[in-house]
């Protein structure tokens, strides 16, 4: 049986290797090289705790004052507002409270087996020292700000997943570096980081290559098929016989589904990094902010600042005001973070209005499947979309139900 995956990002390269495995003849097709798309950027964070749908109220409600803050965690290029209204009309649909019952559900049911699925991964593939064993903590000032994400809090111990509140003294035994402005801050142990996640996707690459797994470079324009799949197209006139497609190009998904009369409200987040390889300190966890909306992660051989959202579409140009808006803050907690030998990412994270992957066989085509819209939990959910989507895809029962996580679910 030829498959063929479209899309050689962590989601796509993971998979791939997964079916492989599985006994299928599987090529992969990239427009790029493995690894350099939004997986060449990340947060390198398995963030097994951040799966809480964005559309809950006390998110899009600060969303009109963020919009009005130029330096504001979330920001909507004007030109672009009137494309992004139909989502935006679905996102605050998905806003109701059994709705988001429901999509916290779905999300903690992905989280809760991740490293069941990781950790064999990585150890069969040679690639168990990528994990940290650090987890992360997340700061606030005092404890009226805990209290402002307790909700999140409050969803994690619904679900079961371990955390720990401590204090300033524990703090800083963690992490000496950490501003005394930070007076409180939870513990997460299972959100472990990569030592480099762009070097994960390479590596899993060359792995399947190396087990004769084919990777193709170009553009996909087209497909033929019939009741059934039969062959991918690309631009310089190369035809990919395949009875089995997967759609994992991430934000370049939607154009790949519309061409396949499946069309999906998949947009783009984009984010931001910045990679400092001479911090002047040193970190051992991973911290987040919630109330300055930043991360930091010691990661690709230096500290890594992310966080922010920026909807403005694919072909926009970046604005890197955003990443230097990011290093601002992440002074705040880390005083003495130097910004010496730097360089400044934007990524295309693809976001569905509910928050929720689609992970699907096509509900039109035979041999057609949807693996997209991961958001920026495409590395934690690599390795367990991975076993999800070969058991969907060779017909093996899935350990959980896929109900949800259907591509005409919209």
Known sequence: MATAVIGAGIIGTTLAYQLQK???????????????????????SIAVTEFMPASRPSVWKQIPGWLMDPEGPVRVRPAYMPRLTPWFLRFIAASR???????EAQGAAL??????????????????GELSEAGCLSLYTDEAEFRADREHIDILERFGFPHEVIGRQAIRALEPELSDTVGLAVLFPQNRSMRNPYQLVVKLAERFSALGGRIEQGEVVGFERGEAMRAVLLKDGRRIAADEVVVAAGVHSAKLARMLG???????ERGYHTQIMKPGITMTHSI?????????????GG???GGTVEMAGIDAPPDYRRSKITVKRAREAL?????????????HRPAFPDTVPVMS??????????ATGHGHLGLTYAATNARLMADLITGAPPPIDMTPYRVDRF
């Not at 987040?288 to 690709?300: D, G, L, S, Y």
């Open 22 to 44: 599985r006994g299928r003849d599987v090529v992969l097709i990239e427009r790029d090289a493995p690894g350099r798309g939004a997986s060449y950027g990340n947060m390198a």
């Open 97 to 103: 409270p059994a709705k988001l019952r429901e999509l």
């Open 111 to 128: 989280c809760a087996r991740v490293y069941d699925d990781l950790d064999p991964l990585l150890k069969e593939t040679g690639l168990a």
């Open 262 to 268: 499946e069309p999906i409200p998949l947009e783009t």
């Open 288 to 300: 987040i902010w919630p109330a300055r909306a930043f991360m930091v992660t010691p990661t690709a």
């Open 303 to 305: 500290i890594r600042v």
């Open 335 to 347: 005083p003495n973070l130097q910004c010496e030998d730097f360089t400044e990412w934007m990524g």
């Open 361 to 370: 066989a096509s509900a039109k085509t035979r041999g057609l499947f949807y």
